[in-house]
């Protein structure tokens, strides 16, 4: 279990800066430039995303578990998916599968606006709790179902990114992005290595560049039952 809002802090502890840097040790050897993209992730508290027994491995490449059998994904993985975003200050960016919150906390400080959805409302519920004591009030969680995108309404986004992979690209989407609008998301089966692609939306239709590979829970539609 998360830590109770009232206890959430901003500041980062003398561990969270000794993550930090080992974090970006093995960013730049591996050739990443994003700096807004360093110092946004450097300015969110990410252990206050994880349950505390998993407090010593927040800023590792290693996948996390969350509540309701979901995962917070490695650090690593989503600084590369971010940065593959290609993130401006006066984009409106959708999140399919909010989590534990991090990943939209730290679009917060790049963007505009950050369109969150998830579909466990107790993951919903602690994330807007999160977003509410760090004071990120361009974050707007949504507890429904992501799998076909955002309600009616609440685009065009400028970006688009999903944390649980699509069996075809989902072409849907394309409604959804602004011209010139891209999306990253995994494509491919369940329990496999999957293709991670980023899709530029050009008139009615999506150009295709394959990123590398991943492996990513499947988008689940409709809602739970419980949780």
Sequence with gaps: MIAPAAKISSALTRADREGFAAFLLRLRSSGFTNKPLETAIESVPRRVFADPSHHNAVWSSRMLPIECGEVLEGLDQQAMMLDRLELDPEHRVLEIGTGSGFTAAVMSKLVKRVHTVERFRRLHAQANGIFK???????????GDGAEGAQPGSGPFDRIISWAAFDALPKGFVEQLSSGGKIICAVGEADQMQILVRLTKVGSRFEREDIGKVRMQMIRPGLPQTL
């Design 133 to 143: 004591q760090l004071h990120i009030d361009n974050v707007i969680g949504v507890h």
